[in-house]
């Protein structure tokens, strides 16, 4: 059974980096897409971040420049390193992984919704101006 829990969130303000991690165990697919969403208050989920088995990483246009998704230890551990923050970076942070999602392992794109998909309970991140 595949587990994802999310560290790393907090309160920082606007300018300053924060490091998201997820641990990810039972985890034995090849091909996967594994990633970072995240949801505001009254917003709909948003996927900022992905990256696919080959390496391979995508950005949501929001965030290109500002953070970079890294995969650690093989895929046992999934960064996010966020700098610049800004305000609008507020928000319920998760990762996200789904076996064979390879192909279309691109932020925006990618919903993680199939019948595989692991989820996150989330991490908290706020950006105070």
């Known amino acids: 059974q595949v587990q994802l829990v999310e560290s790393g969130g907090g309160s920082v303000q606007a300018g300053g980096s924060l490091r998201l991690s997820c641990a990810v165990s039972?985890?034995?697919?090849?091909?996967?897409?594994m990633g970072w969403f995240r949801q505001a208050p009254g917003s709909l989920r948003e996927g900022v971040a992905a990256?696919?088995?080959?390496?391979?990483?995508s950005y949501s246009d929001s965030v290109k420049g500002r953070f970079t998704i890294s995969q650690e230890n093989g895929k046992n551990t999934l960064d996010l390193q966020m700098n610049s923050l800004k305000p609008d970076d507020t928000a319920m942070y998760y990762c996200a992984t789904e076996p064979y999602a390879h192909w279309s392992c691109y932020a925006g794109l990618w919903k993680a919704q199939g019948g595989s998909a692991a989820w996150g309970q989330g991490t908290q991140v706020t950006v105070s101006s």
């Open positions: 990256i696919d088995n080959a390496g391979r990483t």
């Open positions: 039972g985890y034995t697919y090849s091909s996967y897409c």
